[in-house]
């Protein structure tokens, strides 16, 4: 699969998500790690994946970008 492909079922389900009250988005994203998780090693996931995302979006709020 293309990174192109990818992007454009990230948008869509964006855009599916966008249709929910933003108080549930929050679910969802939280639903799309837990998936991603299932398909790595559960020590892996936390140190390759949720530091980096909570590095992230450290990152955007300090920036004024959140």
Do not use: C, H, N
């Amino acid at each position: 699969m293309e990174l192109s492909e990818v992007q454009r079922g990230v948008e869509r389900a964006a855009d599916a998500i966008a249709e929910l009250p933003p108080g549930r988005w929050a679910q969802w994203v939280a639903y799309l790690l837990e998936a991603l998780q299932s398909k790595t090693a559960a020590k892996d996931f936390y140190s390759e994946v949720l530091a980096d995302v909570a590095g992230a979006i450290d990152e955007r709020l300090e920036a004024g970008r959140w």
